[in-house]
């Protein structure tokens, strides 16, 4: 979320009021740019950022007009598909942020709308571009209603099609970014989004597309339409938050969540989970405030096979609720859990040695274990102490303890235990055990 992020250019600043929850608070890409290094010592490999084309000026009032103002300011309104939001920057600074994230090794996908314009747009007033309520000539199906009264797109017109896809070829182009998040997926047709994937990666192959189709599952065949080939690379797994809240709040057990992982299995590599989004409640807020739930969802989250999202602010503590909290503005310097912070640090970094599928080592009541690659995920959900067999020395990376035999795991804990290091090459060497000096044998 762009504008919440964090504010490094006050030149664009106008027009914003930080105190109103549905205004405009002044981030952009030059503080994102800025914190690109904060992204960096995550361990975070992509961001994604809001949509960048110029949105609708005039604010929006929802309870038939009589809610508080509600300004464009998450991009989901766009107004032109040429010009870079102000309040945002510029396309040079965005093109500064692009090369920013590469010069540290991360990539950046940019979250694109095509299925409609913002209240007012002035496309809304061409019937030829577009469904508007106000015309009354919006559909009932997925693709050709208007959702949350939006001017619906006509995006199985060619001429609107065309458009689109320039503009957004023009996009991947001038950004240099990696990959599109295309939002509401569901309400537009599949050939128009084959279109557009066949158009940009011509231009720029090995560009990525990770779509939103709400209520996709990695358990189900729901999304299969758009994971065929020339559609989505990637979709999200609603299903996932779900499961997380349920199980570490004892809601369910280990043998629901083994259940759930293993359904999921065939397809997570497709999927993106999360604990939380710009859309829904933040985690921390489901679980009640409590910090060891927060970990053990993290842990989980980030530790299983499929493609972990940490929404801005998760990993420091941000508490946010419903509409228009769940975008508050990212917590900085004493306002973060720094704590909490490391934790998730030394789980992002635990993650590049998990590889593979998932075999379920436990499921039984609170107790989750499971082995990847290397790596063997231990999650405790429960209140007691968890006692555990061990193969081989092992150590626990989110505490550095050491592991032998077994391993004694609090309540309301994770870990996530690697083979012990190798000695290496410049460690002084231990004293060897004289009955194994070569010549002597072993009485
Ligand atoms: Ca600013
Ligand atoms: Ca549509």
């Given at each position: 979320?762009?504008?919440?992020f964090?504010?490094?250019?006050?030149?664009?600043?106008?027009?914003s009021?930080?105190?109103?929850?549905?205004?405009?608070?002044?981030?952009?890409?030059?503080?994102?740019?800025?914190?690109?290094?904060?992204?960096?010592?995550?361990?975070?490999?992509?961001?994604?950022?809001?949509?960048?084309?110029?949105?609708?000026?005039?604010?929006?009032?929802?309870?038939?007009?009589?809610?508080?103002?509600?300004?464009?300011?998450?991009?989901?309104?766009?107004?032109?598909?040429?010009?870079?939001?102000?309040?945002?920057?510029?396309?040079?600074?965005?093109?500064?942020?692009?090369?920013?994230?590469?010069?540290?090794?991360?990539?950046?996908?940019i979250?694109?709308?095509?299925?409609?314009?913002?209240?007012?747009?002035?496309?809304?007033?061409?019937?030829d571009?577009?469904?508007?309520?106000?015309?009354?000539?919006?559909?009932?199906?997925?693709?050709?209603?208007?959702?949350?009264?939006?001017?619906?797109?006509?995006?199985?017109?060619?001429?609107?099609?065309?458009?689109?896809?320039?503009?957004?070829?023009?996009?991947?182009?001038?950004?240099?970014?990696?990959?599109?998040?295309?939002?509401?997926?569901?309400?537009?047709?599949?050939?128009?989004?084959?279109?557009?994937r066949?158009?940009?990666?011509?231009?720029?192959?090995?560009?990525?597309?990770?779509?939103?189709?709400?209520?996709?599952?990695?358990?189900?065949?729901?999304?299969?339409?758009?994971?065929?080939?020339?559609?989505?690379?990637?979709?999200?797994?609603?299903?996932?938050?779900?499961?997380?809240?349920?199980?570490?709040?004892?809601?369910?057990?280990?043998?629901?969540?083994?259940?759930?992982?293993?359904?999921?299995?065939?397809?997570?590599?497709?999927?993106?989970?999360?604990?939380?989004?710009?859309d829904?409640p933040?985690f921390?807020?489901?679980?009640?405030?409590?910090?060891?739930?927060?970990?053990?969802?993290?842990?989980?989250?980030?530790?299983?096979?499929?493609?972990?999202?940490?929404?801005?602010?998760?990993e420091?503590?941000?508490?946010?609720?419903?509409?228009?909290?769940?975008?508050?503005?990212?917590?900085?310097?004493?306002?973060?859990?720094?704590?909490?912070?490391?934790?998730?640090?030394?789980?992002?970094?635990?993650?590049?040695?998990?590889?593979g599928?998932l075999?379920?080592?436990h499921?039984?009541?609170?107790?989750?274990?499971?082995?990847?690659?290397?790596?063997?995920?231990?999650?405790?959900?429960?209140?007691?102490?968890?006692?555990?067999?061990?193969?081989?020395?092992?150590?626990?990376?989110?505490?550095?303890k050491?592991?032998?035999?077994?391993?004694?795991?609090?309540?309301?804990?994770?870990a996530?235990?690697?083979?012990?290091?190798?000695?290496?090459?410049?460690?002084?060497v231990?004293?060897?055990?004289?009955?194994?000096?070569?010549?002597?044998r072993?009485?």
């Amino acid at each position: 979320m762009t504008d919440r992020f964090a504010n490094g250019d006050a030149t664009n600043d106008a027009g914003s009021h930080p105190a109103l929850p549905g205004a405009y608070h002044g981030g952009d890409f030059a503080g994102l740019l800025g914190k690109l290094d904060y992204l960096r010592d995550l361990g975070v490999g992509l961001v994604w950022i809001s949509p960048v084309f110029a949105n609708i000026a005039e604010p929006q009032h929802g309870a038939g007009g009589k809610g508080p103002p509600h300004w464009g300011f998450h991009g989901y309104w766009p107004h032109d598909f040429d010009h870079v939001n102000e309040h945002f920057g510029t396309w040079q600074s965005l093109r500064a942020l692009v090369d920013g994230a590469h010069e540290r090794g991360l990539g950046l996908f940019i979250d694109i709308v095509v299925n409609h314009v913002g209240y007012g747009a002035p496309l809304s007033q061409r019937a030829d571009w577009t469904r508007s309520p106000a015309r009354g000539d919006c559909g009932q199906d997925d693709v050709d209603k208007c959702i949350y009264g939006l001017p619906d797109l006509r995006t199985e017109q060619p001429a609107v099609a065309t458009a689109l896809v320039r503009a957004y070829s023009e996009l991947a182009t001038r950004s240099g970014c990696d990959g599109f998040r295309v939002d509401a997926v569901k309400h537009v047709g599949l050939p128009f989004l084959a279109q557009l994937r066949q158009a940009v990666v011509a231009l720029h192959p090995g560009f990525r597309f990770l779509g939103e189709v709400w209520g996709t599952r990695a358990t189900n065949s729901y999304g299969d339409p758009w994971l065929k080939p020339g559609q989505m690379d990637w979709l999200f797994d609603f299903e996932f938050a779900d499961q997380a809240v349920n199980f570490v709040t004892g809601v369910s057990d280990a043998r629901a969540l083994d259940e759930y992982l293993s359904a999921r299995a065939g397809r997570a590599g497709r999927y993106v989970h999360y604990l939380d989004t710009h859309d829904v409640p933040a985690f921390l807020t489901r679980v009640g405030g409590d910090k060891a739930a927060m970990k053990l969802g993290a842990a989980l989250e980030l530790t299983v096979p499929g493609i972990p999202l940490v929404y801005y602010g998760d990993e420091v503590g941000r508490t946010t609720t419903d509409w228009p909290e769940h975008r508050s503005d990212m917590p900085w310097g004493a306002a973060q859990d720094t704590e909490l912070l490391a934790y998730y640090r030394k789980l992002i970094a635990a993650r590049r040695e998990l590889r593979g599928p998932l075999t379920r080592l436990h499921a039984d009541g609170a107790h989750y274990g499971f082995r990847r690659g290397a790596g063997v995920v231990l999650i405790n959900a429960g209140d007691g102490e968890w006692k555990v067999p061990v193969p081989g020395p092992a150590v626990d990376v989110l505490t550095d303890k050491r592991v032998t035999g077994s391993f004694r795991l609090a309540g309301r804990t994770a870990a996530v235990l690697l083979p012990a290091p190798p000695m290496r090459a410049n460690a002084p060497v231990p004293p060897v055990q004289p009955a194994l000096l070569p010549g002597q044998r072993v009485r």
